[in-house]
Each structure stands twice: as structure tokens, then as C-alpha cells.
Nanobody, 121 residues
Framework: QVQLVESGGGLVQAGGSLRLSCSAS????????MGWYRQAPGKQRELVAV???????NYADSVKGRCTISLDNAKNTVYLQMNSLKPDDTAVYYC???????????????WGQGTQVTVSS
């Protein structure tokens, strides 16, 4: 059993900063990848940023230069530092993780419940 718990969402003014955290717990053997997706009303869920076990990162074009993703393997926690926030960043942000557990041969994908980020004008 694996659980992802997000924190750090909230209301912030345009130009402000926010840091999201996502902690994975359970029978985790290794992390293949952890990242963040977001979904705004009427929009498709989209990738924001991802950190892979190989140390590679990937960012959506809309957040490049404003966001930084990092992974703390010891704590099974991924962070998303967001700066210079814009109203267009308003969305529900979902943590995503590809994890290898102790009890299954292949890795599986897990999702958090989501945390609301609202950026006011």
C-alpha cells in the first residue's frame, strides 16, 4: 500500500511564490519518478514538472524559468518551488509518482488527492 500526501497549496498574489510538497509512504523500494501535474477548470490535466531517478528533470514550457522541482530520496518527498506566479497558474495540482514496491515485480503509478493553488490578480 502506498499513499501520496500533498501540502503547500493555497492563495497567493500574482508575482508571489509557493512551494508544494508531496510525500510518499508505504512499502516503497525505489522511486522511478515523481512529479506534478495540474488541471484547471475546463482544461486537460497537464504535466508541470517531473524528476526521474536518473536525475533528469522536465518542465512544461509555461513554467520554465519560474519553477524548480527537486527530489529528496531519503524522505520520499518531491518539492515544487514556484516563483513569479501568474493567474494562469491557478489549478488543482496533483502529485504523481512511479514507484517500485516490495511486493510487486513491476513499478506502478500513484496519484495524490490534489491541492488547490489560486493566484489572484
Amino acid at each position: 500500500q502506498v499513499q501520496l500526501v500533498e501540502s503547500g497549496g493555497g492563495l497567493v498574489q500574482a508575482g508571489g511564490s509557493l512551494r508544494l510538497s508531496c510525500s510518499a509512504s508505504g512499502s516503497i523500494d525505489s522511486i522511478k519518478a515523481m512529479g506534478w501535474y495540474r488541471q484547471a477548470p475546463g482544461k486537460q490535466r497537464e504535466l508541470v514538472a517531473v524528476f526521474t531517478s536518473g536525475g533528469r528533470t522536465n518542465y512544461a514550457d509555461s513554467v520554465k524559468g519560474r519553477c524548480t522541482i527537486s527530489l529528496d530520496n531519503a524522505k520520499n518527498t518531491v518539492y515544487l518551488q514556484m516563483n513569479s506566479l501568474k493567474p494562469d497558474d491557478t489549478a488543482v495540482y496533483y502529485c504523481n509518482a512511479v514507484l517500485q514496491t516490495y511486493y510487486y515485480t513491476s513499478a506502478s503509478t500513484y496519484w495524490g488527492q490534489g491541492t488547490q493553488v489560486t493566484v489572484s490578480s
